[in-house]
Nanobody, 115 residues
Framework: QVHLVESGGGLVQPGGSLRLSCIFS????????MGWYGQAPGKQRELVVV???????NYADYVRGRFTIYRDNAENTVDLQMNSLKPEDTGVYYC?????????WGQGTQVTVSS
């Protein structure tokens, strides 16, 4: 069973940076597309970025140029570097692993952007 654990969230001022990490276990990491999703208060969870098994990345328009995803197939991790954070980036960020029709979620990590 795939298990995902996120870390790295916290409180940051507008314009600041955070780096989220997700540790994958329970299966063959390199076989999974990995993604980060964000859920703002009162809103639906939405895609932030996904990185496929070949390293191709697909960013949501609102984070392109500010966020960068990295995957390390040796360490079974996927990180999200978040720069130039805005108050509207506030929410819970979830790590996702997907292969074929199977998807798995972590428990989420809270990001709060506020002065």
């Amino acid at each position: 069973q795939v298990h995902l654990v996120e870390s790295g969230g916290g409180l940051v001022q507008p314009g600041g940076s955070l780096r989220l990490s997700c540790i994958f276990s329970g299966s063959i990491f390199s076989s999974y597309a990995m993604g980060w999703y964000g859920q703002a208060p009162g809103k639906q969870r939405e895609l932030v970025v996904v990185i496929n098994t070949g390293g191709g990345r697909n960013y949501a328009d609102y984070v392109r140029g500010r966020f960068t995803i990295y995957r390390d197939n040796a360490e079974n991790t996927v990180d999200l570097q978040m720069n130039s954070l805005k108050p509207e980036d506030t929410g819970v960020y979830y790590c996702n692993a997907r292969v074929d029709l199977l998807g798995f979620w972590g428990q989420g990590t809270q990001v709060t952007v506020s002065s």
